[in-house]
């Protein structure tokens, strides 16, 4: 498993703890909750194409090294 698969994976699950905890002490309400969700969400899905495009850049980058 890559690492930035793990990391994404990680603060997926460190959100959805937040999102639990946070609705049953009372601080957020049932949409406020499926919204925060939402939205972190679609920023873990963004971040983890970023880093998936990264690390093909730094693969691309170590092969035409070898190459040269």
């Known amino acids: 498993m890559k690492k930035y698969t793990i990391i994404v994976f990680a603060l997926f699950v460190y959100m959805t703890g937040m999102t639990i905890w946070g609705y049953q002490k009372g601080t957020v309400t049932g949409t406020e909750a499926l919204l925060g969700t939402a939205v972190m969400s679609v920023v873990l899905v963004i ?7 990264r690390q093909q850049y730094r693969d691309e980058i170590r092969k035409n090294r070898k190459n040269s």
Do not use: C
């Open 47 to 53: 971040l983890w194409f970023v880093y998936r495009k």
